[in-house]
């Protein structure tokens, strides 16, 4: 399995969902499944993204999906001043 339907969500044993900021300043989000990360799409060729956090957590949720939820910002920053840097920035913050 290379991705995940909202649909099939509440059947799941989901241990965690991300959510990343994508180009454009929207977030999309992903499945932790198994030690991968799935994407997760509403229809076959698009993928669950939203202009907020808020609104990517109400979608989760009318999917039965209240699972732990956690947003990884990767700092694009740090990324032009140190681009051969072995280890990434990221941080990993819990939404509740």
Known sequence: MTKVFTDQLAALPITEIVIKVIEGGRYTAFLALEGKLLRIFELDNTPLCRRSVAEIKAALLEHG?????VLI???ANDELMMPDAATTSS??????
């Not at 941080?91 to 509740?96: D, E, P, S, T, V």
């Open 65 to 69: 999906c209240g699972s732990r939820v």
């Open 73 to 75: 910002h990767h700092s």
């Open 91 to 96: 941080m990993k913050l819990a939404l509740g």
